[in-house]
């Protein structure tokens, strides 16, 4: 059974201070693995999409990588606004590539 | 690019009532559309996949007569929400892939309210 779990649940960050969010996943035939922000009361926004194993994508403070079990969302001096919830999901080459979500990790960033 | 609008962005409605959610893609055609809900401090959960001018398939334990989906154009998807009670209020949020890629592009989300 496809299957992603993200660790910690919830993480607290003072400003400056960087570390990582981890997401591990089994899958059958992974066609892609995906971080998304969301915010609270609002839709997730795309932020990087992955698809084998050495992977890597960047965009200002944040860089994920992947390998064959987990992918890493690493935070580099974070700031306040970096505070949200971040969601990891995969797509298995089941029907319709529907996505398969973890649970999140609430990220908070204390100035 | 790759914008998904939804509206209304909030809805509160009467038990029995029936609602209509609507989802766009702005900028690209989307062959492909999910609607997924959200309850408070959860992850999201898929209730329904939709391709254009094809029937909905819905995940298991979602009732369709109820959820009614509709995805008649390659640019807006609806779901209505049949004899609401206040059990289905919920935040229901609709994505959209597009035809090259298989990134899910998200809209902003709909909080619905049954009374």
Known sequence: EDQVTQSPEALRLQEGESSSLNCSYTVSGLRGLFWYRQDPGKGPEFLFTLYSAGEEKEKERLKATLTKKESFLHITAPKPEDSATYLCAVQGGGSQGNLIFGKGTKLSVKP | ?115
């Open chain 2, 1 to 115: 690019g790759a914008v998904v609008s939804q509206h209304p962005s909030w809805v509160i409605c009467k038990s029995g009532t029936s609602v209509k959610i609507e989802c766009r893609s702005l900028d690209f055609q989307a062959t492909t559309m999910f609607w997924y809900r959200q309850f408070p401090k959860q992850s999201l959960m898929l209730m329904a996949t939709s391709n254009e001018g094809s029937k909905a398939t819905y995940e298991q334990g979602v009732e369709k007569d109820k959820f009614l989906i509709n995805h008649a154009s390659l640019t807006l998807s609806t779901l209505t929400v049949t004899s609401a009670h206040p059990e289905d209020s919920s935040f229901y949020i609709c994505s959209a892939r597009g035809v090259i890629t298989d990134t899910q592009y998200f809209g902003p989300g709909t909080r619905l309210t049954v009374l």
